[in-house]
């Protein structure tokens, strides 16, 4: 599938008709999550014949991007079941078979090494202080192959020495720079804020070098 | 929800210690048909865990599976069709999972497992 083709379709997909502030719940708009998974399929491999995890999923566009691109089984995870909602009438309209679950990713069990590859965007602890960084610990863990993240680029010092040393990540490299729009949903949201600097990193978990 | 995704969730309520595999109550299952993948089945195979998916499938109400499985039966077409729809085509559509410790119930509701915990779970 081309670039421009999955863009569209991810353009197409309906997002939060109420955001919940405290899941701070803005969509990856389709320029950045098309170029997120495109990537992640075209330089890496990390996608298709895959089992695809995606944290925090929302209304689904990253796993549905995922699932696009050819990934053989896709997980999507959220705790709120309103999102979950329209994430699976997202998936069901372009037939496309996502698996759903409503958890808090920060304490879903897990049995053995199945997921390759988790994607995700996950909620920049505006609300709850170090809240990606929380997501970046499991999804490591649960990852066999690769971790595609986004951070603001103001942490990414503290991102990559976290995810090397205290996370035990193999590798930790930022892709590229975006400009991401946080819609001006938020009241408390200053002008300032609307429009943050944001990474996109793929990460390597330590299981993967030991088992290659 | 597939059976491959049940064979990667355990129940992980504070104290238990083997919260895998969790038992599936049936109320609903629909099949959903997807094409073959023979490369994905035998990565896979090599991943799940047999007696988990087999139990699984016999409470899905298919038992096509064999008790025993080893990596030579993946020559065989006949039997990558039965993993590959044990596997991948069977949902479980409303139900419940169960914690195979504490019996508690998680439900699922239109394919959708609630894997949430209580405060006193967590
Ligand atoms: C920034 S949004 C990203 C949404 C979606 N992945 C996307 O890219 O459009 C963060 C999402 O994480 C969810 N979320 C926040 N905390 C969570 C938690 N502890 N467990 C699971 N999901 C959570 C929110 O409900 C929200 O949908």
């Known amino acids: ?200 990193w793929r990460f390597v978990p330590a299981s993967h070098q030991r088992s290659t | 929800m597939r059976l491959l995704t049940h064979n990667m969730l355990s129940s992980n309520i504070k104290g238990v210690v083997n919260g895998f595999p969790l038992r599936i109550e049936v109320e609903k299952v629909v099949e959903k048909t997807v094409e073959m993948n023979g490369e994905f089945l035998k990565k896979m195979f090599e991943k799940v865990d047999w007696k988990a998916l087999i139990d699984a499938s016999r409470a899905m109400g298919y038992t096509e599976l064999p008790e025993e499985a080893d990596s030579s039966m993946l020559d065989s077409d006949e039997f990558l069709n039965r993993f590959h729809h044990a596997l991948l085509e069977i949902h479980l559509e409303e139900g419940a999972l169960v914690c195979p410790e504490t019996g508690r119930r998680f439900p699922v509701n239109k394919g959708i497992p609630n894997m949430l915990l209580h405060e006193d779970e967590v």
Not at chain 1, 49 to 57: I, Q, R, S, T
Not at chain 1, 68 to 78: F, K, P, R
Not at chain 1, 109 to 123: A, C, E, K, Q
């Open chain 1, 1 to 200: 599938m081309k670039l421009k083709q999955l863009e569209g379709l991810l353009g197409g997909l309906q997002q939060f008709p109420q955001p919940k502030e405290e899941l701070e719940q803005y969509p990856t708009g389709p320029h950045i999550a098309s170029r997120m998974l495109f990537t992640a399929e075209n330089s890496f491999e990390d996608v298709s014949n895959k089992v695809v995890a995606d944290f925090g999923c929302g209304c689904g566009t990253l796993g549905v991007a995922a699932a696009l691109l050819g990934a053989e089984h896709v997980l999507s995870i959220d705790i709120d079941p309103e999102s979950l909602e329209i994430a699976s009438v997202n998936a069901e309209e372009l037939e496309l078979d996502i698996d759903f679950i409503r958890s808090n990713v920060l304490e879903l069990g897990w049995r053995g090494p199945i997921v390759d590859t988790v994607i995700m965007n996950p909620p920049f602890g505006t609300r709850k202080k170090g809240a990606d960084m929380d997501f970046l610990s499991v999804a490591l863990k649960v990852a066999s192959q690769a971790v595609y993240s986004l951070h603001k680029t103001s942490t990414r010092d503290h991102v990559k020495r976290t995810a090397l040393r205290s996370f035990n990540a193999s590798s930790a490299e930022v892709i590229c720079e975006l400009r991401f729009d946080v819609p001006k949903m938020y009241k408390f949201h200053k002008k300032k804020e609307v429009d943050i600097a944001v990474d996109l």
